[in-house]
């Protein structure tokens, strides 16, 4: 597993599986679907799985408020955005959000759901979740030109949405 998020009301898992599986009896690792898992934590039973391939390298996801969406963000496969948003009843892609094209590190959900973050190693960028119109980006204070490759910002609502905070490996 990537990551994993819980509805507010903990009622509700879900997971990313990253598709790696161990192959033959050589132990050879092979790459499969990636996919979302849906958990219905009260009855402690799987309720959904999706197939997620439009993404390398999946590493954050998201559950909303209301537990009806997910936001999943990755390394984005040729010109496709490396964030999108998919419902949970029907299994579908709702949008991407074709502003990103560079590698999503960190997504999150205001509090009222109105609101969605995403993070790459220096910078964070702000949407409307119901439109996916682009609001605005700003930079979370790394300055070094030599950041590592692997640095992962990470980013957090307040419980009332009025600040947003980062922080990460530097």
């Not at 898992?13 to 990636?34: E, H, P, R, Y």
């Not at 009843?89 to 074709?98: A, D, H, K, L």
């Not at 960028?125 to 950041?147: I, P, R």
């Amino acid at each position: 597993l990537i990551d994993i998020a819980i509805s507010r009301d903990g009622s509700l898992l879900i997971a990313i599986d990253d598709g790696v599986v161990i192959g033959n009896t050589s132990g050879s690792l092979s790459q499969g679907q990636k996919s979302l898992h849906l958990w219905d934590l009260v009855q402690g039973r799987r309720i959904k799985k999706i197939i997620i391939n439009d993404l390398h390298d999946i590493s954050s996801i998201a559950l909303s408020p209301d537990g009806k969406r997910a936001l999943v963000g990755g390394r984005p496969v040729g010109k496709q955005s490396g964030l999108g948003l998919w419902d949970l009843t029907s299994g579908t892609q709702i949008r991407t959000f074709p502003e990103l094209k560079w590698e999503v590190s960190c997504v999150a959900f205001s509090p009222d759901g109105k609101t969605l973050i995403a993070t790459h190693s220096t910078f964070a960028s702000l949407f409307n979740t119901e439109t996916g119109a682009f609001l605005t980006q700003f930079d979370a204070g790394y300055h070094s030109y030599f950041l590592p490759l692997s640095m992962r910002l990470l980013a957090a609502f307040s419980p009332d949405g009025q600040y947003i905070l980062t922080g990460g490996t530097d």
